[in-house]
């Protein structure tokens, strides 16, 4: 059965350019010209991979996305003019999976589209399970964290980075190599996001954020999750 992708932006060239470049790579291809039309599509016809535009009319492109993560795990390439540092963070701390600047290459979009399908493939290949490391337990099939029973608000990415540390424990990930486990691209430019998403993880998941236990700083090269558990 052909993938099926929902491809979301209002103007109609871009989607029809798209389009062709996905169906000649065996895609079947839904299109969406605004935010409200995409939300619909994306419920009724559950779509394997949405290429969504940011600057959407009636409902914009990251209401979009945040509406649809907090429902479903459908991946969501960002595809966006707004390419400023600020505008690409928020939209994946929102929980896109990757983006693509305007002007861009049919090419590379699909071969963006190919990865991030082939990286969700192999997730759930591994199959969801749940972790417990002392006081914090990670539970996959339900996307949730919890520190001694009380859940853990932690935003798409911050789960997503959290994921990537605990399911290989002890290993030292450079900040490039959580950009493209946890985030899926590798532009060079947001490595030092990466400090700001694990101060952020550890004031939610630390005992004492200033002496963290879970995450580790491995000096000169990134971080790690700890082998050992703590707590009660």
């Known amino acids: 059965m ?10 109609k060239k871009t989607v029809e350019l798209v389009k062709l470049y996905l169906e000649r790579d065996g895609y079947q291809v839904l ?29 914009n492109g990251l209401d979009v996305c945040r509406i649809l993560r907090a429902e479903s795990k459908i991946p969501i ?23 693509v600047a305007k002007p861009f290459s049919p090419r590379e979009l699909v ?11 192999q997730e759930a290949e591994r199959g969801p399970r749940e972790v417990r490391f002392g006081d914090l337990s990670i539970d996959f099939v339900r996307h949730e964290a919890r520190f001694r029973g009380r859940p853990l608000h932690l935003t798409p990415k911050e789960f997503k980075l959290l994921e990537t540390l605990v399911k ?10 959580l950009l493209e486990r946890a985030f899926g691209f590798d532009y ?7 400090d700001v998403h694990i101060m952020n993880l550890r004031k939610k998941i630390e005992p004492d954020p200033d002496r ?3 995450i580790q700083t491995v000096y ?9 558990q703590h707590g009660s």
Request: without cysteine; glycine residues 8%.
């Open 220 to 228: 000169g090269i990134g971080y790690k999750f700890a082998e050992e």
């Open 31 to 59: 299109a969406a010209y605004h935010g409200r039309q995409a939300l619909e599509l994306a419920r009724q016809r559950r779509p394997d991979l949405i290429v969504l535009d940011l600057m959407l009319p009636v409902v």
């Open 77 to 99: 390439i960002m595809l966006t003019a707004r390419t400023t540092e600020e505008d690409t963070l928020l939209g994946l701390d929102l929980g896109a999976d990757d983006y």
């Open 168 to 177: 290989e424990p002890g290993r030292a990930f450079t900040r490039l190599d």
């Open 2 to 11: 052909k993938r099926r992708i929902l491809v979301v932006d209002d103007d």
């Open 188 to 194: 060079e430019g947001l490595e030092r996001t990466v």
């Open 111 to 121: 071969a963006r589209v190919r990865a991030v399908l082939r990286r969700v493939g």
């Open 212 to 214: 963290p236990v879970y």
